[in-house]
């Protein structure tokens, strides 16, 4: 069977674009898998909440503080090699943490694995975009969306299977990402020399660009970490288990998982950026509809379609990139991206816990509500000055 097939005027190469998914979905197991056995870890060695998030933090920090370098690292060495050193830097850095199991020593630990893994979500994320005809470009990124959050989602899986004691859950992480340079490797000669294409743009040059798009990326990851980190705070306010709040964020990453392929068919059908307000418009909807549903059977459709369009809102954002942007450009912007998904992942959960703390748990619909709210008023208001 040939491995290029002809979609419109452009060929599809499905050998290079399996290759980069599977790179980003072993990618996205190991860190799915770091992220809640470090704090099991912590936990067990009778550390803080506090200091448990504050450790967790260190990753996003790392990812905010590298994302400006991407561009010239491409540019220096070559996407390829940049993201193979990083999938190797990454295992060691993995294996180094689960040699100190030390509080204080994971702190720059956790930084480092955060600054060395970015490279190599944002240059896979790139090679897809620049890898997808514009015909098919709506259901490529979903499937590319799919794996990505099924990875994640698969990573606490593994725990359950091995534990979280001593080296067994270590070494998943650490054969992932030598198994992610594998699969990087074997394709590395198709992908596409994104690095050397246009003129050079930073990323706080691309940011003028794409203000609209940057924002959308803060309000959806601002709004994931939001709904985990505190929905089940919310549920124990209406007197709700933990058993089913945690079934409850179940249906919402499954609802993620299953629809980005749907929502990118309709991006080609109609745009990115209309299915983006759509996605935005029924987020705000579900956001109003949460006190009423919470303590109803509905709660579970609802909760299902929330996550769905919740994540969608990121899905139609790199696709309206790759439509927007190619070369330096496209690199500078994936690199912005990436900044932003770790500044709304830091800002948007303590400001939302803070709102619960003043006028009780109301405080996380109304925040999220009122972001996202946002965000759909500055599309319209772009889309009129047009």
């Given at each position: ?55 967790a ?16 690292l ?12 990083c ?10 943490i ?36 514009p ?65 050079r ?67 080609e ?89 003043v ?28």
């Amino acid at each position: 069977m040939d491995v290029v097939e002809k979609s419109g005027d452009e060929p599809m190469q499905w050998a290079a674009i399996t290759g980069v998914i599977a790179t980003v979905s072993v990618f996205a197991i190991a860190q799915g898998l770091s992220y809640p056995l470090l704090s099991f870890i912590l936990q067990r060695q009778g550390v803080s909440p506090a200091m448990i998030g504050l450790s967790a933090a260190m990753t996003p920090i790392g990812f905010i503080v590298s994302s400006p370098l991407i561009p010239a690292l491409a540019r220096r060495f070559g996407a390829g090699r940049t993201a193979l050193t990083c999938a190797a830097l990454s295992a060691i850095v993995l294996a180094l943490i689960g040699w100190t199991q030390n509080v204080h020593l994971w702190f720059p630990l956790r930084f480092l694995i955060g600054a060395v893994t970015n490279p190599l979500y944002v240059l896979s994320e790139i090679w897809v975009i620049a890898l997808a005809p514009p015909a098919r470009r709506g259901r490529v990124m979903g499937v590319y969306s799919t794996v990505i959050s099924a990875g994640f989602a698969a990573g606490p899986l593994c725990l359950l299977a091995v534990g979280t004691e001593g080296w067994p859950p270590f070494l998943i992480g650490i054969a992932a990402f030598v198994f992610c340079g594998a699969c990087l490797a074997l394709v590395l000669r198709r992908l596409p020399k994104v690095d050397e294409a246009g003129h050079r743009v930073s990323v706080i040059g691309f940011m003028p660009m794409a203000s609209l798009l940057l924002s959308a990326v803060v309000v959806a990851a601002g709004f994931e970490q939001g709904v985990l980190a505190l929905l089940p705070v919310y549920g124990t306010h209406h007197g709700i288990t933990e058993a089913r709040m945690s079934a409850l964020l179940s249906v919402m990453i499954a609802g993620n998982i299953a629809m980005q392929v749907p929502l990118g068919l309709l991006a080609e059908r109609l745009t990115a950026r209309l299915v983006r307000f759509i996605c935005v418009s029924l987020t705000v909807l579900g956001c109003a509809l949460l006190p009423l549903l919470i303590e109803t059977p509905l709660i579970w459709p609802c909760v299902f379609i929330w996550g769905a369009v919740s994540y969608g809102i990121y899905t139609m954002s790199i696709i309206e990139l790759g439509e927007r942007f190619t070369g330096s450009a496209l690199v500078a912007g994936n690199a912005a991206f990436s900044l932003m998904w770790g500044v709304g992942g830091i800002l948007v959960p303590p400001l939302t816990g803070g709102v619960m703390d003043v006028i009780g748990a109301s405080g996380l619909p109304i925040t999220l509500g009122a972001i996202c709210l946002a965000l759909a008023v500055m599309t319209v208001v772009r889309r009129r000055m047009v």
